[in-house]
């Protein structure tokens, strides 16, 4: 297996995060989207969706989205579980991730697409141009994400972790929607003392480094 992907990327960095926990390696190859490598033609035999990371197994066979991938490798590598264990548990993690998905790691992604010079005409991942930049869905971006951070921290009054006392993929989710948000100062608010803890426990797991 090999995983095509940008060290700077947050999705790639959300299998990094997955894997780490795991205690995998993966060969990676990189592919650098500031310069525009994702719309080759030879990238596009790879991902036709033009996005990153991309799981290629040994068979050819190639995974895209993140979830996907985390997917695959959760059933090569059980332990631990990351997608939690049993119906209700399980059902409790995809719930958790989802949110963070997309009221937390889309919301900043649709502030920052908007805002940062890099997605001038290319808002829309996957694409290489016309779309043009919508400054008013920044501050949309960030409304949502406060939200996010209100709701979040609610739940964590009474839990360590977004999907209950075990670490899982929603963490990592979240986690990453924090780290992407902190690129156009979207920053936890101090009145979410519940966020800002359970921020500073993730943040001290190695696989945080990733």
């Not at 995983?3 to 995060?17: H, I, K, Q």
């Not at 996005?51 to 985390?70: F, H, K, Q, R, Y």
């Not at 908007?114 to 919508?134: C, E, H, I, K, W």
Request: charged share 25%; aromatic share 10%.
């Amino acid at each position: 297996m090999k995983l095509y992907e940008f060290t700077l990327a947050p999705n790639p960095r959300r299998v990094r995060m997955f894997l780490a926990e795991k205690g995998v390696s993966i060969p990676t190859v990189q592919v650098n989207v500031r310069e525009r490598q994702q719309f080759t033609d030879e990238f596009a035999k790879i991902n036709p969706f033009a996005v990153v990371p991309v799981l290629e197994l040994d068979d050819g066979t190639c995974i895209g989205e993140s979830v996907a991938i985390c997917r695959y490798i959760e059933a090569l590598y059980p332990e631990p579980p990351l997608f939690g264990t049993g119906a209700k548990d399980q059902a409790i993690v995809e719930m958790w991730n989802r949110r963070a998905e997309l009221e937390g790691f889309m919301a900043a992604g649709e502030a920052a697409r908007n805002a940062l010079p890099l997605f001038t005409d290319r808002r829309v991942a996957g694409v290489p141009g016309g779309y043009p930049q919508v400054p008013e869905l920044i501050d949309q971006g960030k409304r949502r994400m406060e939200r996010f951070f209100e709701l979040c921290d609610r739940h964590l009054a009474d839990n360590a972790f977004l999907a209950g006392p075990a670490f899982t993929i929603a963490d990592i989710t979240a986690f990453l929607a924090v780290e992407f948000g902190k690129r156009i100062d979207i920053a936890i608010p101090a009145r979410c003392a519940n966020v800002v803890r359970w921020h500073e426990a993730v943040s001290a797991r190695p696989s945080a480094g990733a």
